[in-house]
């Protein structure tokens, strides 16, 4: 399998392609990255060093890859965090490009936008592209509760809300949606759920919710449930791998005391997923 990944890039600590690049690697997966920042680290520091990427030398690094003619040999191209709006036609430029060199592969967005705790933290223009132009070809999508609301234009909380706002999001072009960080009011305490919803059903799973905030996380699971949906083209399989191996990043992560994600110490993770966590059909 070869994914072309277009995302961030960081020297130290591990978001965007500095994220997503080892498991997929780790799992078997050739990655073609494709940076569209260069920083020193995360802008979660409140300071970094190092440049934007302008959009039209993305583009002509994706030139260069097609050049080479392996487009054809491209299954998914995968996205994340988007700086501005140039990217983003780079990115649907992309995947038109690959789509029309290989009729099957698939592209994956992780829409990122904000969170509910912080709200958007991205440029203003961003989440309208996003929902706009972006979403539309994507095939999969894993946005958590807070983008998949804004995305659809709802207020998702319980889980039927959910599934009907998921159900919207299907209804804009992906056939894939992997919601992550459900926070259902009816839940047990101190837990967090991820759902998975295809053309075939839908998949819910909880797991403790660990006291954390780890920078990249959602870049991992974007990543490893792209990676395993394509192998398996199950929602309730990719759910499971992918929940098992992040919480066990997590935990790791956590025990460690460090803030950036233990990434390479987890890889057995990634994997020989140990798959704890019961998955359950709710549609």
Not at 93 to 116: E, F, L, S, T, W
Not at 173 to 198: H, N, Y
């Amino acid at each position: 399998m070869k994914i072309l990944s277009i995302q961030s890039a960081v020297a130290y600590g591990h978001v965007g392609n500095s994220a997503a690049v080892f498991p997929l690697q780790r799992i078997g997966v050739e990655v073609l990255p494709v940076y569209t920042v260069n920083f020193s680290n995360h802008t979660g520091y409140g300071a970094w060093r190092g440049p934007l990427i302008a959009p039209e030398d993305v583009r002509e690094v994706i030139t260069g890859i097609e050049e080479r003619g392996v487009l054809g040999q491209i299954d998914a191209v995968l996205s994340g965090y988007q700086g501005g709006e140039g990217i983003g036609d780079v990115i649907i430029d992309a995947v038109a490009r690959v789509k029309a060199a290989n009729q099957d592969a698939v592209y994956a967005c992780d829409p990122v936008m904000g969170n509910a705790t912080s709200g958007c933290f991205v440029a203003p223009a961003i989440p309208d592209l996003l929902r706009d132009r972006v979403v539309p070809v994507a095939d999969i999508i894993t946005p958590n509760q807070f983008e998949l609301g804004y995305l659809t234009g709802t207020s998702p909380d319980t889980l039927e809300s959910t599934l009907e706002s998921v159900d919207a999001a299907r209804g804009m072009g992906p056939d894939t949606v992997l919601v992550t960080s459900v926070e259902r009011p009816d839940r047990p305490e101190d837990t967090i759920e991820m759902l998975a919803v295809d053309g075939t059903g839908a998949w819910i799973v909880q797991t403790p919710r660990l006291p954390m905030k780890a920078n990249g996380s959602g870049d991992v699971t974007a990543a490893l449930f792209t990676a395993h949906y394509l192998r398996d083209r199950s929602a309730e399989s990719a759910l499971r791998k992918t929940v098992s191996s992040v919480y066990d990043l997590l935990a790791r992560t956590l025990e460690s005391g460090e803030r950036e994600l233990q990434l390479v110490e987890s890889q057995e993770f990634y994997a020989n997923p140990r798959e704890q966590f019961a998955v359950r059909q709710v549609r």
